[in-house]
């Protein structure tokens, strides 16, 4: 996958004579994939606090 050099940019996919992805999708997976790693951290740790029935349904709830 080629990425842009162009940094000012505002767009997140560039076709011009060909496929490239910008620096902000990049940016934009990377915070993504943190944010999934770090709500699949917390679920252990809710369920040591409380083992309600209730925090399953919450919990598929926060991870979609």
Known sequence: MR?????N?????????KFCITLLLLSLITIELTDIIFEVDSVP???SINND????FLIIF???
């Open 9 to 17: 940019n505002k767009k997140f996919i560039v076709i011009n004579e």
């Open 3 to 7: 990425i842009s050099k162009d940094v």
């Open 62 to 64: 926060y991870l979609y």
């Open 53 to 56: 029935f209730l925090l399953y």
């Open 45 to 47: 740790a809710i369920f």
